[in-house]
């Protein structure tokens, strides 16, 4: 089976380099013969590590610790589903993720093009297979999967408690996508240069693709800050890690693209802009790949050090230099077709919501690099904490809100003032009431950034509903259908513009949540007794009891909080430790159950006003005279009598704990953060989803294509 | 005024917002960041100042005592140990043995931590831990 697997990739990568070379020479030669040879090679590809995957999860699936990925990963007592998420813990694993996503959507996108684009779809496939065939290379000659393991282990080591999450299956294989789509529009954008075709054909072809990146980067952005938050010691939703921010910043800059493009498509400018900045995505979301995998900044995605980032570095200075290069060479070409008129317009709005995005994106680059920049000038490093990160990106955000709202407001090239004036009218009034109401009837103006936030964001929601409402009545006007009916009907037929309206709202809705947890959060770390109670703002916190959950394969320690409001219960929360066991006999037959990794698993009560979170971190250090003796005595019992010790022990210290800490945390409006992003992605899958209209158009101008061809051929 | 000379005025403008924006951007970090340093730099140096103390957590040298733990800290070879007590959130992978990073200042001989700041490598490493720490060697059973 390895040698099989091995055989795949050697296979796939030479199916990558000929389907590279064959679109390139096909191209040269104009001989279409070549081009059909080069995508149909692609969908081979995809075959081929297909095929690789499914052999991979099917050795997890078996326990098959010949392979040495499945080993050092996985064990017989892997839950079946984490065994199906073990690939991507691994290095290898993730690698192969990567290519064969990159396979699928690079054949997708050339089955969707088979028709259309001749001149850039060579030149695009050229590019993906030169990505393709190096992240295959390195599978074969840096971090193989399929590398045997002689003799076969009869157990593996199992995948980290701590991945052991729901998360994990989500988590990682989104955020991977979201890179590896970026690569699709970044290939053509290269394509139009090459040929120079820089009008925005290159953009619609790929749109959908860059949108779909969007998606699945801000998905995998939202299930990682969810499990976060779920975790203890994580630093909340959002910590400013190294590996965090890798994974934003190529996401703000596609949110730039995203409406930079439109200012293309419409107006013919900012087309140098919009090649840069595809571009500086492609490479961020390489370079996020990087640092998960290399280990080179400090983070609590520590991977450790790794063979592939060396490598990884050298093809994005390649991809960097190259696509600079290519930039400079097209300027001419790139030539904007119009100014900007007016500043009371659509496409200056953009801009300037553009250079917020990408300025914030700049922001996080300085912050996250600056322990690499400070180490090359001081000679020491030095690394910047979340106050320093807060200072500028939260006047940021601030704007980055007002400008969702103004921007659906204006229309391209010029507004009247007096058309100006009506629009911002309802808008403005929202904000002056809430920041009035906000300031007299809660603490929000202990923190003006947050009442700036807020306010801001009363004008982008009632500027977004205005919107609707305006669209509703002027399609009531053509069609005399019910207010309701006419607003969905006015949707239906622009999903794009109202989809993205909608992703407008979940960011208001998201960034509320943010700068109100942030902002207004009581933390509070306790120390209780059993019966013990505290004071947490408006709670009133009873530690009641604890209990033992022994299992074969981890030791559960489960403490009751009631949580009370006015004297009312208002929740009873379960906050746990579990411990598994380690390994190491170092730690003898029973310090071993007690040794290992631990994880905590929160208690959680959430509600629209705020959330009540619990951690619970028990004081172990009692047992160690009772383990101690047990590791002596009990070292040459049968496993089984060694568990019947470790089960009373842990009764034992369940009936009569001493003092444990808890981790209390009140957080206003968080629900609103998770609402508004799935507000968000419901607004991206609606602006996704093709319309009726443009599956019609799209028959249409093919009928029309064929026709044109059959009549040129007879 | 012609708009060519308009359009080099703008120009002109905007790039020195954005030369300052970040010359503010590079004055603010250096001012605001923390040096790492491991417990040997310290121990040498005997500076007060606030560093971001790296290392390993010594086997055996974990002690809780009401809010505050305490433990050791040596350099990541395992030589020159320092005191370290700390309060707030521990977190899951905080273990002997284990890389950790941790902001204080030293004070007499003890490197005072800063409330919430120990942060613990996540425990994908442990693998490459394992295959060069002999005591982290994963057994075939």
């Known amino acids: 089976m390895i ?146 393991l002689r003799p076969a282990p009869a157990e593996g080591a199992g995948l980290t408690p701590l991945l052991r999450n729901p998360y994990m299956v989500i988590h990682p294989p989104m955020l991977y996508s979201g890179y590896v789509l970026l690569s699709i529009p970044f290939a053509f954008m290269i394509a139009a240069l090459i040929t120079r075709r820089v009008d925005a054909s290159w953009i619609r072809v ?44 190529p996401w703000l800059v596609t949110t730039a693209f995203i409406h930079s493009v439109m200012v ?46 060396g490598p990884l570095l050298v093809l994005i200075a390649i991809l960097a230099v190259g696509s600079a290069a290519l930039i400079v060479s097209r300027l001419a070409d790139l030539r904007p077709e119009r100014r900007i008129e007016s500043a009371l317009s659509r496409e200056a709005i953009f801009l300037v919501n553009n250079l917020l995005l990408v300025g914030l994106a700049a922001v996080i680059f300085w912050g996250t690099f600056f322990p690499l920049i400070a180490e090359f000038f001081t000679g020491t490093r ?30 391209w090239g010029r507004l009247s003032a007096e058309a100006a004036k009506g629009l911002l009218l309802w808008p403005s009034m929202a904000a002056g009431a809430a920041a009035v109401v906000l300031a007299f009837s809660t603490d929000a103006a202990d923190s003006p950034w947050a009442l700036f936030l807020f306010a801001f964001a009363a004008f982008t929601l009632v500027a977004l509903a205005q919107e609707f409402w305006r669209a509703g009545i002027a399609r009531r006007a053509l069609t005399g259908e019910a207010l309701p009916a006419a607003m969905a009907g006015a949707i239906a037929r622009n999903r794009r513009r109202y989809g993205g309206y909608i992703v407008h709202a979940g960011i208001a809705i998201l960034l509320v949540g943010i700068a109100a947890s942030s902002s207004f959060q009581t933390n509070r770390d306790l120390r209780l007794d059993v019966g013990e109670s505290a004071q947490v703002g408006d709670y009133e916190v009873t530690y009641e009891r604890l209990a033992a959950d022994p299992q074969s394969e981890r030791v559960a320690f489960i403490a009751t909080l009631d949580v009370r409001r006015d004297g009312e219960q208002f929740a ?102 998770w609402i508004g992003a799935l507000v968000s992605l419901a607004g991206a899958l609606l602006a996704l989803w093709p319309s009726a209209e443009a599956r019609r158009r799209a028959r249409a101008a093919y009928a029309a294509r064929v026709g044109r061809e059959v009549r040129a051929r007879a | 005024m012609d708009p060519a000379k308009k359009r080099k005025i703008r120009l002109v403008v905007a790039l020195s917002a954005a030369v300052l924006l970040a010359s503010a951007l590079v004055y603010t970090s250096f001012s605001a960041s923390t040096e790492a340093r491991e417990p040997s730099d310290l121990i040498a140096s005997g500076s007060g100042d606030t560093y971001d103390l790296t290392g390993k957590v010594v086997p055996g040298t974990v002690q809780r005592s009401d809010e505050s733990l305490r433990f050791d800290i040596a350099d990541r ?47 994908s490493k442990f693998q490459e831990e394992a295959e060069k720490d002999p005591e982290h060697v994963i057994i075939e059973e």
């Open chain 1, 3 to 148: 040698a099989l697997g091995s055989a795949t990739l050697a296979a796939a990568l030479l199916v990558a380099l000929f389907a590279g070379g064959a679109a390139v020479y096909g191209a040269l030669s104009r001989d279409r013969r070549w081009v059909d040879a080069s995508r149909r090679a692609v969908y081979a590809l995809a075959a081929l590590l297909t095929t690789a995957v499914v052999l991979l999860e099917s050795a997890f699936l078996r326990d098959d610790f010949s392979f040495e990925v499945v080993a050092e990963h996985s064990s017989t007592t892997t839950p079946t589903f984490y065994k199906l998420t073990a690939m991507w813990s691994s290095q290898e694993g993730s690698l192969l993720l990567w290519g064969w996503v990159l396979s699928l959507a690079a054949s997708a996108v050339l089955y969707l093009t088979r028709r259309r684009h001749r001149e850039l779809a060579p030149w695009a496939t050229g590019v993906l297979m030169v990505v393709g065939s190096f992240f295959i290379g390195l599978m074969i000659f840096a971090a193989p999967p399929f590398q045997e």
């Open chain 1, 264 to 309: 293309q498509e419409r107006r013919g400018m900012l087309k140098v802009w919009n090649v840069s900045l595809i571009a500086m995505a492609f490479l961020l979301a390489l370079l996020g790949t990087f640092l998960v995998r290399s280990g080179i900044l400090q983070s609590i995605h520590a991977f450790g050090a790794s063979t592939v980032g």
């Open chain 1, 382 to 411: 030095s690394s910047l904490g979340g106050p320093w990160f807060d200072r500028y990106v939260t006047p940021i955000g601030v704007a980055l809100v007002l400008f969702t709202g103004i921007g659906p407001l204006l229309a």
């Open chain 2, 77 to 123: 070879d395992g030589s020159d140990a320092l005191p370290v007590t700390y309060t707030g959130t521990v977190p899951d992978p905080f273990r002997d043995g284990r890389e950790v990073i941790v902001t204080g200042k030293l004070t007499d001989g003890v490197f005072v931590a800063e409330h919430d700041s120990l942060i613990t490598k996540c425990p």
């Open chain 1, 572 to 673: 009873l929360l379960a906050p746990a430790r579990n411990y598994y066991p380690t390994q190491n006999p170092m730690a003898g037959p029973i310090g071993r159950y007690f040794e290992g990794e631990a994880t905590s698993e929160i208690g959680l009560r959430s509600g629209a006003s705020e959330d009540f979170w619990a951690a619970f971190q028990p004081d172990l250090s009692v047992l160690d005279d009772d383990i101690a003796r047990g590791n002596r005595q009990l070292a040459d019992l049968p496993p089984d009598a060694q568990g019947i010790a470790i089960l009373a022990l842990a009764e034992r210290y369940a009936q009569n704990p001493p003092p444990a800490t808890f981790r209390v945390i009140v957080n206003p409006l968080v629900m609103w953060l």
């Open chain 1, 206 to 249: 790929t749109r959908r693709f860059a949108l779909a990146a969007w998606l699945f980067l801000g998905l995998g952005l939202l299930l990682g800050s969810r499990w976060s938050y779920e975790e203890l010691g994580w630093g909340g939703y959002w910590g400013w890690d190294p590996v965090e921010n890798a994974a934003l910043m």
